[in-house]
């Protein structure tokens, strides 16, 4: 016997569901394209920032990925990865403030100059404040100069009161700086700039996130 053909019923409950399907994936296709709108914003501004010194070209991308190496090697969960991830792009942003005179200064920085400096830090936490969405890197931004051991800038904070996430840009950040050239001198090799950064674990770093960098270092040997 032939089967019996569909009730009416039947074949509109059949595309309503086909129609909620379809607008799911409508949905689904809007969020993606809104992340990755998100995503390339905030790389746009990074290499905005950037740019303001040949020197400084695609270091906060470089920071931001080895500061996400090192969180994955420390287990942090995806959302504080993301929270990282938009930290470590958006770190420098305050130098958006800074006069490419000092940042390219070659020579020493006067005291004046180097308060200017160390301004960007919270000059950058001030541009992000008014993004609700980026409450949670602020406190990257804001911290990733202060020092473990409680000399650090701008309010001198130490230990666990430093946000995770600025512990472990500050080790990226200083890995990059040293490794890369800047105007007042050539970049270092890596095996010199690890021994200052072991030697730092304590006082200017987290030790926890210095030995995630060394295992990082190290997967990257193996990897080789």
């Known amino acids: 016997l032939s089967p ?3 009730e009416q019923e039947d074949l509109d409950q059949a595309r309503q569901l086909a129609d909620q399907v379809a607008v799911a994936l409508a949905n689904a296709q ?8 998100n995503w390339g914003t905030l790389r746009a501004l990074a290499r905005a920032v950037d740019a303001k010194s040949p020197w400084t ?6 920071v931001t990925e080895k500061a996400l190496q090192i969180g994955r090697a420390m287990g942090l969960t995806p959302e504080a990865l ?3 991830h938009r930290g470590g792009l958006l770190h420098d942003i305050g130098k958006i403030g800074i006069p490419v005179s000092i940042l390219d200064k070659p020579g020493k920085l006067n005291d004046e100059e180097f308060q ?3 301004s960007h830090s919270g000059m950058g936490a001030r541009i992000l404040e008014p993004i609700a969405a980026y409450a949670n890197a602020i406190p990257s931004v804001l911290q990733h100069h202060e020092h473990f051991n409680g000399k650090g800038y701008p309010d001198g904070v130490a230990g666990e009161k430093i946000s995770r996430g600025a512990r472990i840009l500050a080790v990226a950040d200083v890995y990059d700086a040293l490794v890369s050239d800047r105007p007042y001198r050539t970049g270092m090799d890596r095996e010199r700039v690890i021994g200052i950064i072991k030697e730092e674990a304590g006082k200017q770093f987290d030790p926890d996130v210095v030995e995630a960098l060394l295992e990082v270092i190290r997967q990257e040997g ?3």
């Open 116 to 118: 200017m400096i160390r």
């Open 82 to 84: 993301d929270d990282l």
């Open 222 to 224: 193996v990897e080789r």
């Open 57 to 62: 070209a695609g270091h906060s991308e470089r």
């Open 4 to 6: 019996s053909p569909p």
């Open 30 to 37: 809007l969020i993606e394209d809104l992340d990755a709108l």
